[in-house]
């Protein structure tokens, strides 16, 4: 894409939309990245150097590269937008699009509150510089997937520059940097989205194309009806890498694995199978089929803000990617040669792989119906409220009560849950399978919210062995794991921490569990012979 043709989708009234929406958010990402552009600093060999390391910096932290595009290729980009007279040329001429982008800003006020600070928008790597860059990068880099796609597809399925750059926005809102990035900016708690629905609807308002159907209802009920008991098996596996209770939603990362373990990635020790910097775009492609589904009757929008992919599109995969390796093979006789030779070899030769689902289907299944026990309701309101000062102790941000997998593991181990009534293991099966419904945090470290931290509680609860006494319900077995976390030396260990001496005492559980459950301890003597079983 040379400069021209980007001009001319950049400065569009779609993409003016876009910006106007997400610049105080990436103001922000700029400030952090490129403070040495804004500071009064007159050193400009200095400020050219720094903005260089810190842009490069910027694009790997985000995922942009190398995932995306190569270092080398980033650089040339950068260098062509601060070198080039047609850059300046671009943005002069333009000057009112950007102001117009950045009304939200309110550059007044920022002007008042750093009066010394004459460069807001920065002196070399300007901020109007760095928007053009990265819609630049975004549009390059899903170019360049998008065409090689579809040299296997047919043409009218292409995404329009927006659509590219709604889908380069998304993966950057995944990516580690923004996360650390809303953690600097302590805003995990109240957190900003890239990409939201109000985005969504600009980019849809102007699309009302479907994804086409190219005729693959037919091929996808010829898959499930000769393999679903197999596939669907599979699918629930794969879904449940690192999300132990998910079996209908499979994410991008679990595809990539799920692709890698049946040889059809195309790497340094094997030939055969699709480009990796095929699948990103394929696996956006199957994501819109869900959203087609859900929003059938609803503008049929294209661009899907849930980053999995269900049941059918997996199936749809399975065609897709047949096709793309045996073209020359009929579509049905393709499908078989890759379930035969690449996935069942390694899934159903390999119990192991699918046998994990069993059973952990129903201790989610039956944690829900408990939430509908009045009772449990009940508990978990006292144990939400007792568990707060505990919670905030071992979260990762204090401010945003977030906690991740080690303050967990920290909290099970100080207050003798684990090893005495879990293992390892099993706690760590249960913190991915609840962390699924947490909306924070990234694939590597996600943080989860109190609610949730009540969920593990009860699991753990749950697991409790009192095979011979068959009368103790899980009420019961919340009391009993209960009373055990408040006789524990973890309350020792936040004392000692914080110097807090009445710490155990304003969180005295047990009293308020008694005066809102007396029937569980009308027979003491009971519940001690039931701790001890």
């Known amino acids: 894409m040379d400069f021209k043709t980007f001009d001319s989708v950049f400065y569009s009234e779609n993409i003016s939309e876009i910006l106007h929406k997400i610049v105080p958010i990436f103001y922000k990402i700029y400030r952090i990245y490129f403070s040495h552009e804004i500071s009064i600093s007159e050193d400009k060999k200095f400020i050219v150097e720094e903005s260089l390391k810190k842009f490069l910096l910027f694009c790997s932290e985000f995922n942009i590269c190398p995932g995306m595009l190569p270092k080398r290729l980033i650089s040339q980009i950068f260098q062509d937008e601060c070198f080039k007279e047609e850059s300046d040329k671009s943005i002069s001429q333009n000057i009112q699009f950007f102001f117009h982008i950045c009304e939200n800003l309110n550059l007044t006020e920022i002007s008042k509150k750093e009066?010394?600070?004459?460069?807001?928008?920065?002196?070399?790597?300007?901020?109007?510089?760095?928007?053009?860059?990265l819609f630049y990068i975004g549009g390059l880099a899903y170019e360049k997937l998008n065409n090689e796609l579809n040299n296997n597809n047919n043409q009218e399925d292409n995404f329009t520059y927006d659509e590219m750059i709604i889908m380069f926005l998304q993966k950057i809102e995944t990516s580690e940097g923004f996360n650390n990035f809303q953690l600097k900016s302590n805003q995990t708690k109240n957190i900003d989205r890239i990409v939201d629905d109000e985005l969504l609807n600009i980019v849809n308002k102007n699309s009302n194309e479907n994804t086409k159907n190219n005729n693959n209802e037919d091929i996808i009920l010829f898959i499930n009806d000769n393999y679903g008991k197999e596939l669907n098996n599979i699918f629930k596996t794969i879904c449940s890498y690192g999300d132990a209770f998910n079996y209908s939603k499979l994410k991008s990362k679990n595809f990539n694995k799920f692709l890698n373990e049946t040889g059809l990635i195309k790497n340094n020790n094997n030939n055969f199978g699709i480009e990796s910097k095929e699948i990103d775009t394929l696996f956006i492609k199957l994501s819109q089929l869900n959203k087609n589904d859900e929003n059938n009757n609803n503008n049929n929008k294209k661009i899907n803000k849930n980053n999995f992919i269900d049941y059918k599109s997996f199936l749809f995969s399975i065609d897709i990617i047949a096709n793309m390796l045996y073209n020359e093979l009929e579509e049905k006789d393709a499908i078989e040669k890759i379930l035969n030779e690449n996935i069942f070899p390694v899934f159903l030769s390999d119990p192991k792989k699918?046998?994990?689902?069993?059973?952990?289907?129903e201790k989610i299944e039956y944690l829900k119906e408990l939430q509908s026990n009045q009772d449990f309701i009940k508990l978990c309101e006292i144990i939400f409220k007792k568990f707060n000062t505990i919670f905030n102790f071992y979260s990762i941000n204090k401010s945003n009560k977030l906690m991740n997998k080690k303050g967990f593991f920290n909290f099970c181990k100080d207050f003798e849950i684990f090893p005495n009534f879990i293992s390892k293991l099993k706690l760590n099966l249960f913190y991915d399978g609840i962390a699924q419904y947490s909306s924070y945090g990234n694939d590597n470290d996600i943080l989860i919210e109190q609610s949730l931290f009540i969920d593990l509680i009860t699991l753990i609860a749950l697991e409790i062995n009192l095979s011979d006494i068959k009368e103790v319900n899980p009420i019961e077995k919340m009391?009993?794991?209960?009373?055990?976390?408040?006789?524990?030396?973890?309350?020792?260990?936040?004392?000692?921490?914080?110097?807090?001496?009445?710490?155990?005492?304003?969180?005295?559980?047990?009293?308020?569990?008694?005066?809102?459950?007396?029937?569980?301890?009308?027979?003491e003597e009971e519940i001690e012979e039931t701790e001890e079983k």
């Open 115 to 133: 009066p010394k600070n004459k460069n807001i928008l920065g002196s070399f790597f300007t901020f109007f510089k760095f928007l053009r860059v």
């Open 479 to 523: 009391i009993i794991l209960l009373d055990k976390i408040y006789n524990s030396n973890g309350f020792s260990v936040i004392i000692k921490k914080t110097g807090n001496n009445k710490i155990s005492e304003n969180n005295d559980i047990m009293e308020e569990i008694r005066n809102n459950f007396p029937e569980y301890f009308e027979n």
């Open 354 to 361: 699918t046998e994990k689902i069993n059973g952990i289907e």
